[in-house]
């Protein structure tokens, strides 16, 4: 027997053992990864503008919810970015069922096209900003993250 398959599962959080062991569901990142290698220039623009909790909130890209992967994702709040190019225009079926799957676990879905991001950051950032604002009352930071 290997050390660590001797040590018993947490007790729902509260350190060793007594609790219901929960199935590991590895992440997967490698895919995730790759989403992010290959993400549009929309996409990295909009990332400038909220990473290092620029807008207060921690958001990350390319994050596993359930089967699917959101863009830009806050789990504090249960928000997802979504940004959608032309293929997105083929994809309704799909788009509609993850969705209504993210809706499902509590999540609240923005959408903009690319078009709207690369034509329009500051109005794209600005309605994100008042977003978080309305799901967090407490006053968020200066925009420019300062």
């Known amino acids: ?4 398959e001797a040590i018993p599962p947490p007790a729902g959080g509260r350190g060793l053992g007594g609790g219901l062991a929960q ?12 989403l ?9 623009l909009l990332w400038q503008q909220l990473r290092n909790r620029k807008l207060g ?4 890209r390319q994050m596993p919810v359930g089967p699917y992967f959101a863009d830009l994702l806050c ?3 249960k928000l997802i970015i979504e940004l959608d190019g032309e293929s997105h225009d083929y994809s309704v079926g799909y788009d509609s069922r993850r969705d209504d799957y993210c809706r499902s676990q509590g999540y609240r879905i923005l959408r903009f096209s690319n078009a709207d991001v690369m034509e329009n950051l500051e109005g794209v950032v600005s309605h994100v900003r008042a977003t978080l604002a309305q799901a967090h009352p407490q006053p968020l930071p200066p925009a ?3």
Do not use: H, V, Y
């Open 1 to 4: 027997m290997k050390e660590w």
């Open 23 to 34: 199935p590991f569901r590895s992440r997967d990142t490698p895919r995730a990864k790759k």
């Open 36 to 44: 992010r290698n290959a993400a549009p220039t929309s996409e990295r």
């Open 57 to 60: 909130f921690k958001f990350s």
């Open 75 to 77: 789990r504090e709040l």
């Open 144 to 146: 420019g993250g300062e």
